[in-house]
């Protein structure tokens, strides 16, 4: 129920939360300062080596300039491009696979012994298969990011679509309801914020498949840039690159909460 | 009279890996039109199952039930159901969770949301149609479970302990609150619990099972319909002697 009318009290109760939200929030911002005060102090006083550690300023202007010279966003766009499609085709994949296990109890017998397998398998063991069959394009960087990623999704939902209760499905059935109907008025809306659990999992999946990927074979991208800084002891090309990612990760999976906001309204 | 419900000689094996359980056995009763036909029995004994295969989403191990004559094989329009437990869907509203049966049996007219809005407000929810479950009572929620049943217009409903969850004050009115419901759509009852006072105020008569495997050990008529509501015929001065009779026979 809206009450419109609040006690003085409960103001008060209000404003101590607003006051706790921004000493926290400038606590954090006041880490982020400090530390990249106390890098670039120490690094101007050659108390640490720029040359292996870089510096605050000297990674803003490795920025600027890919920024300028038009690199910054074309590897941006190759990264988020295979992170995205990785992403999506894994999520969605994941989904579906984990439907078909739901609904066919045989089949999910037979094939848990491989899931299960295939999930401790680190992924990047597969990578040379995976460029010997997809080439080294791109195919094969977002075919890294869906392995990583579709396995976690077909555990987490097939586990959440199990977990629902068998008195609600009893419920349902003695409505006459058929299989379909007990997916999708009951197993898959109670299983939506395992979803958006599975969604914020995939963001850090798909960046560790596409950055992976990247690593051995690409010519383009955040991975790539950062291996050939390595190569070619360019550490403020790699710091950059790292800063960057943090950035790209950060907002997805922002933009992933938001989604999972709306999704499961009536918690609120 | 034609029974509505009959359970002709029912017995009820689980069996699982380790072991089997035989939950009811040899049981028979009928169910007369209008009737309100309580089930008392201990704990454990087989309830639960007594309803499960009442309305069809179980099969009995031996023996048939014939519901208006028919033996049931699946689960029947004509019944519903009311769980232990409201079991209200959380993310749908109050509104919603109510026509979750007309969504699923594809009867959404414009009379049957009808219906459904006037036991909406007749019920006194009117005012939380929009609300989600998480924000009722639960004596609220099991109205609303009770709703959801009743919008599907069943001939017999079947309540598998529906106050057991509340405090005793909710309690008392819910009782009286259903009993005028059912009695008032005409509505033949099947209600398993394990309070005595609660199914000699509110039944006509009560079936009392034996422990497990549960047999029926003795139908007992309560003979109070002349009161109109549960608490007035926990007034009645054959109350005490029906309880005290009743307490000696479950334990
Ligand atoms: N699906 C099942 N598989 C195996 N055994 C079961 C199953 N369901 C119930 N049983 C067993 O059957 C017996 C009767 O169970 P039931 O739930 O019908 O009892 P009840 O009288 O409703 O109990 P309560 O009073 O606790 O609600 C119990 O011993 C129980 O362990
Ligand atoms: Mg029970």
Known sequence: MKNTLFSPMHKRYVKKLKRNKIVITCAQIGVLVVFLCLWELLAQVGFIDAFLMSSPTRIWRTLADLYLNGQLFYHVWVSLFETLLGFLIGTVGGTAIAVVLWWSKPLRDVLQPYIVVLNSLPKIALGPIIIVWAGTGQKAIVTMAVLISIIVTIITMLGGFLQTSPEKILLLESMNANKMQIFFKLVFPANLSTLASCLKINVGM??????????????????????????????????????????????????????????????? | MKPVLTFDKVSMTYYTKANETQALKDLSFDLFKGEFMSVLGPSG???????????????????????????????????????????????????????????????????????????????????????????????????????RTLALKPKVLLLDEPFSALDFQTRLHLCDDVHAIIKKEGITALLVTHDISEAISMSDRIAILSPRPAKLHRMHETNLSHHPTPLQRREDPTFAPQFERLWKEVS
């Not at chain 1, 798909?206 to 690409?218: H, L, N, Q, R, T």
């Not at chain 2, 979750?100 to 036991?119: A, F, P």
């Open chain 2, 45 to 147: 004994c087989g309830k639960t199952t007594l309803l499960s295969l009442a309305s069809g989403t179980l099969k009995p191990t031996q023996g048939q039930i014939l519901l208006d004559g028919k033996q049931v094989t699946k689960t029947s329009t004509d019944v519903g159901y009311m769980l232990q437990r409201d079991h209200l869907f959380e993310w749908r509203t109050i509104y919603k969770n109510v026509l979750l049966g007309l969504e699923i049996q594809k009867k959404m007219t414009d009379e049957n949301v009808k219906h459904c809005e006037r036991l909406i407000e007749e019920y006194g929810l009117k005012e939380f149609k929009n609300h989600y479950p998480m924000q009722l009572s639960g004596g609220m929620r099991q109205r609303v479970a009770l709703i």
């Open chain 1, 206 to 268: 798909a960046w560790i498949g596409s950055i992976m990927g990247e690593y051995p074979v690409s010519k383009a991208g955040l991975g790539y840039l950062i291996v050939y800084g390595g190569q070619v002891f360019k550490m403020d090309l790699v710091m950059a690159c790292t800063i960057v990612l943090c950035l790209l990760a950060g907002v997805m999976y922002f933009l992933v909460a938001l989604l999972e906001k709306f999704f499961v309204k009536w918690k609120s």
